[in-house]
């Protein structure tokens, strides 16, 4: 059986039973700090998709108010019979000046007036009797609405007018002459005389800018990496561009998001960095690691006080232990209420009581052998010797007699003394 060493260190029960307690906190805290950044990453992630995807469609249907608005415009100018009998006038000057000046200049300069953004009204007129209105350099961005009435032959060998000749093509949006170069796009139509001949009389222009089409920029934020296109579905062509892409950036770092403008051929384009959706990604992971830090630390102080509080009671009953392996069995324990600790404690006190009762029990038991075995051998020394004898070997018996009484006593106070160490030892164990 080992031996407990009084000095011996040792690591409280309680302090033991404390670390897998520990253990699970941070496990917990771990996985509720992982699912709730795993979770706000991806709200997060939805809703800046949400919100360009609504953008997007608004800005869609922004273009389609907007082209309608443009058509309608052509649209009064071809039903127009005065507008029309002017451009097929075929007069002098003078009277081509006034022709111009009332049936054709005031309907041209109506609709600019109605519509909200800038504008360039072009009218290509087959007539070559009609006079020529110039105004703006068109190679120059458009600063103000304006309109522009130029004969037809100046532009029949341009290579755009040519590739809109063939019947089949009219109403058609496309980037002609500088508008490419200058973020345009116009809305081409052609214009037929309305006496039943369909004999061509002038063509119809009307360009506008891409950024007042595409309206405000504010909802999509170009200078955090954001790229917004105009396509042309046909061609696949970027007509117009608003941002700029990282020079080594490749179409798996972005998310592509598509919205067709309706009764067109083109489609906007967004293409959005996903850095730009993660962007709160570090502030999030840094509040929730912060707030999982606190938490296991206000459990952990919880987890060490409670063990403190169970510790100074496990620290009394070690103290008692350590006590009765000393041979004290006079200390007794006292806990309140009615938890395992109340019970070991009475426990422990009745252990020592009946250790106490025992050995009291032995020691009499020892006492009384003595006292009997005493007599017994003074009565044999009476009738074995004569008197004198007696008398003169009691002073030398008397000795022998009190070492051996000494003797026996002790030897039998050893034995008790042995027996309640091992009864202890066998109780502890």
């Given at each position: 059986m080992g031996i407990f060493r009084l000095n011996r260190k040792y690591i409280p029960f309680t302090y033991k039973t404390m670390l897998p307690y520990l253990v699970l906190v941070l496990l917990t805290d771990i996985l509720v700090g992982y699912i709730s950044y795993t979770m706000l990453v991806e709200s997060r992630t939805e809703m800046?998709?949400?919100n360009i995807r609504t953008a997007m469609r608004q800005t869609s249907n922004n273009i389609e108010y907007q082209m309608d608005e443009i058509t309608r415009m052509t649209n009064s100018l071809f039903l127009n019979t005065t507008f029309q009998n002017a451009l097929q006038f075929r007069g002098d000057l003078r009277e081509n000046m006034l022709k111009m000046k009332d049936d054709i200049v005031p309907y041209m300069k109506a609709p600019l007036q109605l519509y909200g953004n800038k504008l360039r009204l072009v009218l290509y007129a087959v007539n070559e009797t009609m006079l020529e209105i110039g105004g703006d350099d068109m190679s120059q961005p458009i600063v103000r609405s304006d309109y522009y009435v130029l004969s037809a032959q100046g532009v029949a060998q341009t290579d755009w007018l040519k590739s809109v000749s063939p019947s089949s093509r009219d109403k058609l949006w496309l980037q002609i002459d500088t508008d490419r170069e200058l973020g345009n796009i116009s809305y081409f139509r052609k214009l037929?005389?309305?006496n039943g001949t369909q004999s061509l009389i002038g063509y119809i222009r009307v360009t506008a800018r891409f950024d007042e089409?595409?309206?405000?920029?504010?909802?999509f934020p170009i200078e955090?990496?954001?790229?917004?296109?105009?396509?042309?579905?046909a061609t696949a062509a970027n007509l117009y561009e608003r941002g700029t892409m990282a020079a080594n950036a490749d179409a798996s770092s972005y998310l592509i998001i598509s919205e067709d403008i309706p009764d067109s051929d083109y489609a906007i384009?967004?293409?959005?960095?996903?850095?730009?959706?993660?962007?709160?990604?570090?502030?999030?992971?840094?509040v929730i690691g912060a707030v999982c830090a606190i938490s296991f630390a206000v459990m952990a102080l919880i987890g060490f006080l409670v063990a403190r509080l169970s510790g100074k009671k496990m620290k009394r009953i070690v103290s008692l232990v350590?006590?009765?392996q000393e041979g004290n069995f006079y200390k007794r324990i006292g806990f309140a209420g009615n938890d395992e600790f109340v019970y070991i404690a009475d426990a422990f006190n009745q252990m020592a009581q009946s250790i106490q009762e025992l050995i009291r029990d032995?020691?009499?038991?020892?006492?009384?052998?003595?006292?009997?075995?005493?007599?017994?051998?003074?009565?044999?020394?009476q009738s074995a010797f004569p008197v004198q004898h007696a008398l003169d070997d009691r002073q030398p018996g008397k000795s022998r007699r009190g070492r051996q009484g000494d003797e026996d006593g002790s030897g039998a106070f050893q034995i008790l003394?042995?027996?309640?160490?091992?009864?202890a030892s066998l109780y502890f164990s």
């Amino acid at each position: 059986m080992g031996i407990f060493r009084l000095n011996r260190k040792y690591i409280p029960f309680t302090y033991k039973t404390m670390l897998p307690y520990l253990v699970l906190v941070l496990l917990t805290d771990i996985l509720v700090g992982y699912i709730s950044y795993t979770m706000l990453v991806e709200s997060r992630t939805e809703m800046a998709e949400t919100n360009i995807r609504t953008a997007m469609r608004q800005t869609s249907n922004n273009i389609e108010y907007q082209m309608d608005e443009i058509t309608r415009m052509t649209n009064s100018l071809f039903l127009n019979t005065t507008f029309q009998n002017a451009l097929q006038f075929r007069g002098d000057l003078r009277e081509n000046m006034l022709k111009m000046k009332d049936d054709i200049v005031p309907y041209m300069k109506a609709p600019l007036q109605l519509y909200g953004n800038k504008l360039r009204l072009v009218l290509y007129a087959v007539n070559e009797t009609m006079l020529e209105i110039g105004g703006d350099d068109m190679s120059q961005p458009i600063v103000r609405s304006d309109y522009y009435v130029l004969s037809a032959q100046g532009v029949a060998q341009t290579d755009w007018l040519k590739s809109v000749s063939p019947s089949s093509r009219d109403k058609l949006w496309l980037q002609i002459d500088t508008d490419r170069e200058l973020g345009n796009i116009s809305y081409f139509r052609k214009l037929f005389a309305a006496n039943g001949t369909q004999s061509l009389i002038g063509y119809i222009r009307v360009t506008a800018r891409f950024d007042e089409l595409l309206g405000n920029f504010d909802t999509f934020p170009i200078e955090q990496g954001i790229v917004l296109r105009l396509k042309d579905k046909a061609t696949a062509a970027n007509l117009y561009e608003r941002g700029t892409m990282a020079a080594n950036a490749d179409a798996s770092s972005y998310l592509i998001i598509s919205e067709d403008i309706p009764d067109s051929d083109y489609a906007i384009e967004t293409w959005v960095p996903h850095r730009y959706l993660n962007k709160d990604a570090s502030k999030m992971r840094r509040v929730i690691g912060a707030v999982c830090a606190i938490s296991f630390a206000v459990m952990a102080l919880i987890g060490f006080l409670v063990a403190r509080l169970s510790g100074k009671k496990m620290k009394r009953i070690v103290s008692l232990v350590r006590s009765f392996q000393e041979g004290n069995f006079y200390k007794r324990i006292g806990f309140a209420g009615n938890d395992e600790f109340v019970y070991i404690a009475d426990a422990f006190n009745q252990m020592a009581q009946s250790i106490q009762e025992l050995i009291r029990d032995v020691y009499e038991q020892g006492m009384q052998k003595k006292a009997g075995g005493a007599g017994r051998a003074a009565s044999a020394d009476q009738s074995a010797f004569p008197v004198q004898h007696a008398l003169d070997d009691r002073q030398p018996g008397k000795s022998r007699r009190g070492r051996q009484g000494d003797e026996d006593g002790s030897g039998a106070f050893q034995i008790l003394q042995a027996d309640a160490e091992r009864g202890a030892s066998l109780y502890f164990s």
